[in-house]
């Protein structure tokens, strides 16, 4: 190629944690890996709710992560953040007629990491994927450069989490 073109991320790098020793020993574990980035959950960012509570189904594993972008305007902070996945979830349940925003979670341009369905929810991401995958969407256009390093920082420490966790 000419050097312009960029590389996805791939979609899982397998990571050796080791073996704990004991169940406290995973816990801790988890809570470390789990608190090295900032977490905003769906009341501190000012979700809507679902259309329909009843209507998610729950994920009881998952064999793929799905990188996706916004395509639409960044965001450096909790606010500007919040702000723009507000929108997001307006034009998905409104425009679109989903009963949420599609993610499992949403990245932020200062690293923060943003609930949008969660863990055990199925998205609305990647068709015929959903209900064996999670979703990362990265707020912005990333069409022609990458999210910057404390974004793929944040997505690399969620998805170590999400492995600890399952």
């Not at 988890?30 to 960012?45: D, M, N, P």
């Not at 979700?47 to 064999?63: C, H, I, M, Q």
């Not at 929810?121 to 209900?131: E, I, K, M, P, S």
């Amino acid at each position: 190629g000419s050097g312009n073109e960029l590389e996805p991320p791939s979609a899982w790098q397998t990571v050796n944690h080791g073996s704990a020793s004991s169940l406290q020993n995973a816990i801790e574990n988890t809570y470390i890996k789990c608190s090295r980035y900032l977490f905003v959950s769906r009341e501190q960012w000012g979700a809507k709710s679902p259309k329909d509570e009843d209507y998610f189904n729950t994920l009881d594993g998952v064999s793929y992560v799905f990188y996706h972008h916004t395509d639409g305007e960044e965001c450096n902070s909790t606010t500007s953040c919040a702000e723009i996945i507000r929108m997001w979830q307006m034009c998905h349940q409104d425009t679109r007629g989903w009963d949420d925003i599609a993610y499992n979670f949403l990245i932020g341009g200062d690293g923060s990491v943003y609930e949008g369905r969660g863990w055990k929810r199925v998205g609305a991401h990647t068709l015929g994927y959903n209900d064996v995958s999670l979703s990362l969407g990265f707020i912005g256009t990333y069409s022609n450069k990458v999210p910057n390093p404390e974004m793929l920082t944040a997505a690399e420490m969620l998805i170590e989490c999400g492995i600890e966790m399952w």
